[in-house]
């Protein structure tokens, strides 16, 4: 079972001119920044009440992000949910089949654990999983 929706990822070309428009125009408050080497992303995480706002800006073109961004520009990418236990919800999720990017989950932003099911199986979202790290 999902417990709730954890973030928003959305692609940027780069972060600190985003920001005036998420910490500035928007009010959120930025929590957590991060070069996740793994994902081929400089990272943020922007505070919405109990939810976050990621923004993505890619290490080089070469990434995923970066793949992205070159086919269809700026703007929404994925959209994660929380779970409390990652490995029986990504065995649901096969079982349900869903196809799933990551076989095994892998460490994402701020020691969270996450995993990413194929958009083709998910209705052309691309969708995370995410076990924040206070859970394990
Ligand atoms: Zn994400």
């Known amino acids: 079972m999902f417990d709730r929706i954890d973030h928003v990822g959305i692609a940027v070309e780069a972060i600190d001119p985003a920001l005036a428009l998420y ?8 929590v957590h ?7 081929g992303v400089e990272a943020v995480l922007l505070d919405l009440g109990e939810n976050h706002i990621e923004l993505l800006q890619p290490l080089s073109p ?17 959209i ?15 079982a349900a089949g869903i196809k799933l990017i990551d076989d095994q989950p892998r460490v994402g932003i701020r020691g ?5 099911a194929h958009p083709k199986y998910t209705g052309g979202v691309l969708t995370e999983i995410v076990q924040p790290a206070e859970d394990h």
């Open 62 to 78: 070469d990434t995923p992000v970066g793949r992205f961004l070159e086919r269809s520009g700026p703007g929404m990418h994925h």
């Open 23 to 30: 910490e500035g125009s928007f009010e959120m408050k930025l």
């Open 112 to 116: 969270s654990l996450v995993a990413f």
């Open 33 to 39: 920044r991060e070069v996740v080497e793994e994902q």
């Open 80 to 94: 994660a949910y929380q779970v409390s236990d990652i490995d029986s919800e990504l065995e649901r999720l096969r």
